[in-house]
């Protein structure tokens, strides 16, 4: 079976890889570039429901609030937004959105149709410097939340400060700390320099939701992928991808992905809004790509035939999940 009908199923291993992506694998574990230490093995082999509960209780929202070193002596707790990104969009009856949409960037979603069925959700999430403008038949227009790198706020080429991809919406920022979560070391030497500008931008626009994923949320998340997977995973932060999958999971009822697990479309084509080709945008090489997919599958909640036409998958809102 093709890598893709694998992921289709939920069964996946890195031998399934080309030898140029599997050689780039390795060298990513044997850099261990953020000191992680691969304690939890992998027990027996949980069933969706099990996996819906650990992902619940495990991989908590959580947010740098400013209340901790060394933020909180550079006065974050008065800069980082009033309200937890938990409670920003809470309605009376508790929940927050009923349906959302997740909008990879693949180049598989080219020539989807799928705009109309992703504007009709009530909240949409996108990712770093995707664009809707001349995509909109496939993509969609409507942007609740953009997730974005720590490249986006530092490197100039983004134009992160006068893009209007980046205003009227909710952004969550996020860069990877040491496994052990050290903040201080964090502050001092992250992958990419976000802080700067984050407060700068904070300043500028105070009305805008800012928030910067904690560390430890992101690391929980990388446990609980290599905790359900029997192969040692690279070391590295989950793609954007999956943390935005799970951020919705705990804001909505219900939540769509589009072209996660790719559909029939399936290409090498990295971005639907750049002409650049690699396979591991789609596979992964520094992000344990191919492990969250799997995952992810394993919860899918949607048939097989909205993964082919769509690159669908259908995931339950935590909020819904009783454990
Ligand atoms: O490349 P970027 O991280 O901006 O893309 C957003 C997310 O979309 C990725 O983190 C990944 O989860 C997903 N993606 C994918 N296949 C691609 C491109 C992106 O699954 N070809």
């Known amino acids: 079976a093709s890598v893709i009908q694998r992921l289709w199923r939920g069964h996946v291993s890195a031998d399934m890889l080309s030898p140029r992506l599997q050689r780039a694998m390795k060298n990513y574990m044997y850099a261990n570039k953020h000191h992680v230490s691969y304690k939890r093995r992998h027990r027996a082999a949980l069933s969706a429901k099990e996996l819906l509960c650990q992902m619940k209780a495990q991989a908590r929202l959580r947010t740098v609030d400013g209340w901790e070193q060394p933020f909180s002596s550079l006065g974050w707790a008065r ?159 989950p793609s954007s991808g999956f943390m935005g999958i799970v951020l919705m999971m705990a804001l909505c009822e219900q939540v769509h992905v589009y072209e996660y697990i790719p559909s029939t479309r399936q290409t090498d084509l990295c971005h639907y809004h750049e002409r650049y080709y690699d396979a591991a945008c789609t596979l992964g090489a520094y992000h344990p790509l191919l492990y969250e997919k799997s995952l992810i599958q394993r919860i899918n909640m949607g048939p097989e035939s909205d993964l082919r036409r769509k690159g669908r998958v259908t995931l339950p809102g935590f909020s819904t999940v009783d454990c």
Not at 80 to 103: N, W
Not at 106 to 115: D, F, N, P, R, Y
Not at 142 to 171: D, E, W
Not at 175 to 193: F, G, H, I, M
């Open 79 to 237: 800069l980082v937004p009033p309200l937890p990104l938990e409670e920003l969009y809470r309605q009376q009856d508790g929940s927050s959105f009923k349906t959302c949409a997740v909008v990879t960037s693949a180049g598989a979603i080219l020539h989807s149709g799928l705009g109309k069925e992703i504007d009709m959700h009530d909240a949409v999430l996108r990712f770093n410097a995707a664009p809707t403008e001349g995509y909109e038949r496939d993509v969609g227009n409507k942007t609740t939340i953009r997730i974005i790198n720590s490249q986006i706020l530092a490197n100039p080429n983004h134009h992160f400060n006068t893009s209007s991809i980046y205003k009227n919406v909710t952004l969550v920022a996020w860069d990877p700390a040491p496994y052990t979560v050290n903040l201080q070391k964090w502050y001092e030497s992250p992958d990419y320099n976000l802080f700067g500008p984050y407060v700068e931008h904070r300043k500028l626009h105070p009305g805008q939701p800012f928030y910067i994923l904690h560390p430890s949320y992101i690391w929980q998340l990388w446990d609980v992928i290599q905790g359900n997977t029997q192969e040692t995973i690279q070391p590295n932060p």
